[in-house]
């Protein structure tokens, strides 16, 4: 049985754990909302193969990349979820 719950996740350049730490917990919840800010490897080809919704947002960084506000980021994620989040 899968909690009615969404799961958000902001991501950015985790490749080498974003696919068992998906695995670890996918099986057991409605929704996997995840917003990547703006990855260089293989991130986003993993967070499409798991997540319900997915989308690149890049409205938190400054002109250099860098997360600027993470708040803008973590509240946009949620924005995304159909369900109540985690």
Avoid: H
């Avoid at 967070?47 to 506000?69: H, L, M, P, T």
Wanted: proline content about 3%; aromatic content about 10%; charged content about 25%.
């Amino acid at each position: 049985m899968k909690a009615p719950i969404s799961v958000c996740m902001m991501v950015r350049n985790e490749s080498s754990q974003l696919e068992a730490c998906i695995k670890s917990f996918r099986p057991y919840v409605e929704e996997l909302c995840i917003v990547d800010t703006g990855s260089v490897d293989g991130t986003q080809a993993i967070a499409r193969k798991y997540a319900d919704k997915f989308e690149v947002y890049e409205g938190c960084n400054d002109d250099q990349g860098k997360i600027r506000s993470f708040a803008n980021g973590r509240n946009y994620v949620f924005s995304l979820a159909s369900c109540p989040w985690r």
